[in-house]
């Protein structure tokens, strides 16, 4: 099995859509494709693809934040999506994709990385901490209408 990642290119926005239905299921494609264009030719913001053996399986997107929880320097490294197809899962192209976006950060200048998930996505909490992330927080979000 070969693992191949590479930078998202335009040519990619209809299969990256697709992943980011993954993670956001419920938003609406509009809304899904209305920043993909500045993603892709963003400084402070990248998307990569992870192949298996020519096979799309996954990609993850991240960006350059002034700040993230718990973390000491600026710019830190954000993890904003990540996603890898069912069929994928547990053959380690989620190391590899977050091996790329850590490269990517470390070469823009960081020296930490952060991310976030769900209070209740104990997939995704366990996939972080296998891949060397420690929890620094938890956050409650409030609304209120006025």
């Known amino acids: 099995m070969e693992i191949y990642v590479r930078r998202a290119a335009?040519?990619?926005?209809?299969e990256w859509l697709k992943m980011r239905k993954g993670i956001w299921n419920e938003a609406p494609d509009d809304y899904l494709r209305s920043d993909m264009d500045r993603?892709?030719?963003g400084e402070r913001e990248?998307?990569?693809?992870?192949?298996?053996?020519?096979?799309?399986?996954?990609?993850?997107?991240v960006r350059l934040r002034?700040?993230?929880?718990?973390?000491e320097t600026s710019?830190?490294?954000y993890i904003e999506g990540w996603f890898v197809y069912p069929d994928f899962?547990?053959?380690?192209?989620?190391?590899?994709?977050?091996?790329?976006?850590e490269e990517?950060?470390?070469?823009?200048?960081?020296?930490?990385?952060?991310?976030?998930?769900?209070?209740?996505?104990?997939?995704?909490?366990?996939a972080h901490q296998k891949l060397g992330y420690r929890e620094a927080e938890r956050?409650?979000?409030?609304?209120?209408k006025l």
């Open 139 to 144: 956050l409650v979000h409030f609304v209120k």
């Open 10 to 14: 335009p040519e990619d926005r209809e």
């Open 104 to 126: 990517w950060a470390r070469g823009m200048g960081c020296t930490e990385m952060a991310s976030d998930t769900w209070l209740d996505n104990e997939v995704s909490i366990r």
């Open 39 to 41: 993603i892709l030719v």
């Open 75 to 77: 710019p830190v490294g």
């Open 66 to 71: 002034e700040y993230a929880e718990s973390c």
């Open 46 to 61: 990248a998307v990569f693809l992870a192949f298996v053996d020519g096979v799309p399986a996954g990609m993850i997107e």
């Open 89 to 101: 899962r547990g053959r380690g192209v989620a190391g590899v994709l977050t091996g790329a976006a």
